[in-house]
């Protein structure tokens, strides 16, 4: 089993896209659910679709853990512990708010643990509204994975409230 680990800003759904692809809500404590913030390490597991073209022949569907990572600078050391180990990173951005601090601290620990597999969740944006935003946030969210290891990660736009992009992120 593949082991893919959330990473990302506080507060840009890295939960929630994780509930929403899996079905199994990571927040499992009560000052969690309080809070609305992850604080210690969530995990889930959902079966990947068969690759494309693949789908009409005997294909064994690959089972994926997923670890789910707090984004606040307080909670750094547990994401420290979940990504540590991870085969790819699930890279959050909220195209609400687009690249954060967080962000790029989370970036410069997967360089740092040199996790080359990934893909960037482009994520609530449903709650886009004004034209050219969405562009506008792609652009520097382009601008901050050049020269890292995420630099030609496909970026995929998601909405987990809506259910958009979640097949083309699995």
Do not use: C, Y
Request: no cysteine; hydrophobic share 45%; charged share 25%.
């Amino acid at each position: 089993m593949r082991v893919v680990g959330t990473a990302g800003h506080v507060d840009h759904g890295k939960s929630t896209l994780v509930l929403a692809l899996t079905g199994i809500d990571p927040d499992r404590l009560r000052e969690e659910k309080e809070r609305e913030m992850t604080i210690d390490l969530g995990f889930a597991w959902l079966s990947l679709p068969p690759p494309r073209g693949m789908e009409a022949g005997p294909v064994v569907q690959e089972m994926v853990g997923v670890i789910d990572v707090p984004g606040h600078i307080d909670f750094i050391k547990n994401m420290l512990a979940g990504i540590g180990g991870i085969d790819a990173a699930l890279f959050v951005v909220a195209a609400d708010e687009g690249v954060m601090p967080q962000t790029r601290e989370h970036l410069a620990i997967l360089d740092l643990l040199q996790v080359e597999n990934g893909v960037v969740a482009l994520t609530k944006t449903d709650m886009i509204t004004e034209e050219g935003w969405l562009e506008l946030v792609e652009a520097d969210l382009v601008a901050a994975l050049r020269g890292s290891v995420l630099e030609s990660a496909p970026i995929i736009p998601v909405s987990a409230r809506a259910g958009t992009g979640l097949d083309t992120l699995k």
